[in-house]
């Protein structure tokens, strides 16, 4: 009788310890392997629902300035640098009141739950500190585009997205005159 209760358990433990890889690779698929920030689908699920719960949330939009160019002179590992130091700051910044993404390239995403208990001048002093690298000093510099989730008429990650990235892009306008963020 035992040997008929083993022979039937060993197909279960297949299915389980498959079930359970496929499970760590869906994991895995959510977070971006070089920053370990969730990717766009591992982060929206997570806006969605902060979003839902915290009718004073916001929505920010993050893009590296310069970054090509710090690539291209520095090698894509000191640029690799940069997208993994951004990641810790915008993570740090974020803590228990949010969760922060990576878009893909040098863009990443936050939500916050209260944008008015968060300080977004410590996020632009951040995001702008250099990054010590191979002996040397390099400048870091950020655009960050801000859409307040309360002033959109309907309450949707995907127009707030849309809204921070215009913020944003009025910030790349201006970086040269010193404003770093806009709301």
């Keep these: 009788m035992d040997l008929h209760i083993a022979a039937s358990i060993v197909p279960l433990l297949g299915w389980a310890v498959h079930g359970g890889i496929l499970a760590r690779r869906l994991a895995s698929a959510r977070r971006d392997p070089l920053t370990g920030l969730h990717t766009r689908a591992g982060w929206t699920a997570r806006a969605e629902h902060l979003i839902r719960r915290h009718p004073d949330a916001a929505v920010l939009l993050v893009d590296l ?7 291209d002179t520095h ?3 000191a640029g690799d640098a940069a997208l993994i130091t951004t990641a ?4 740090a910044w974020c ?3 949010g969760t922060a993404g990576r ?6 995403v936050a939500v916050v739950q209260d944008l008015a ?7 632009a002093a951040a995001l702008h500190r250099p990054l010590p690298y191979a002996g040397t000093s390099l400048p870091l510099a950020a655009s960050v ?3 307040h989730i309360a002033e959109l008429p309907v309450p949707v990650l995907t127009d ?3 809204a921070a990235d215009a913020a944003m892009y009025a910030v790349k306008g201006r970086t040269r005159r010193g404003s770093r963020t806009t709301r």
Excluded at 65 to 71: E, G, T, V
Excluded at 88 to 91: A, G, Q, W
Excluded at 103 to 108: A, H, I, S, V, Y
């Design 145 to 147: 585009g801000v859409c």
């Design 95 to 97: 803590g228990r009141k």
């Design 117 to 123: 208990a968060a300080d977004l001048e410590a996020l």
């Design 65 to 71: 300035d310069h970054f090509k160019a710090l690539n």
């Design 75 to 77: 090698g894509h590992a």
């Design 103 to 108: 878009l893909g390239g040098d863009e990443f």
């Design 88 to 91: 810790d700051r915008l993570r």
């Design 160 to 162: 707030a997205l849309t």
